[in-house]
Nanobody
Framework: VQLVESGGGLVQVGGSLRLSCTIS????????MGWYRQAPGKQRDLVAW???????NYTDSVKERFAISLDGIHGTMTLQMSSLEPEDTAVYYC?????????????WGQGTQVTVSS
């Protein structure tokens, strides 16, 4: 299984970005996919996740601003980010956990940089 991210970049405060994560190599239910992010000098934190059943969860700081979605047929997960703030600047990593959400996901993407300028 490989996860390939796309969609990061530079955006001004209040702007929007959409991150995508495409899965290759097969996917078996149940699973959970989502996004972590890591800012310079900080730990990697869970941002949002979605299960193959469609259940979602967000960290408090991104609720009402970010939306995660999943196309299980085509193996693509998307994170729509709006009202971006400088604090959202980080490298974003998509992940896949088989069976259930785990503190150590089974697979990771390579990471994509998101920079929010003020």
């Amino acid at each position: 299984v490989q996860l390939v991210e796309s969609g990061g970049g530079l955006v001004q405060v209040g702007g929007s970005l959409r991150l995508s994560c495409t899965i290759s190599g097969g996917l078996f239910e149940p699973y959970v996919m989502g996004w972590y992010r890591q800012a310079p000098g900080k730990q990697r934190d869970l941002v949002a996740w979605i299960s193959n059943f469609g259940k979602t969860n967000y960290t408090d700081s991104v609720k009402e601003r970010f939306a995660i979605s999943l196309d299980g047929i085509h193996g693509t997960m998307t994170l729509q980010m709006s009202s971006l703030e400088p604090e959202d600047t980080a490298v974003y990593y998509c992940f896949l956990s088989l069976q259930q959400l785990r503190s150590s996901p089974d697979f990771w993407g390579q990471g994509t940089q998101v920079t929010v300028s003020s």
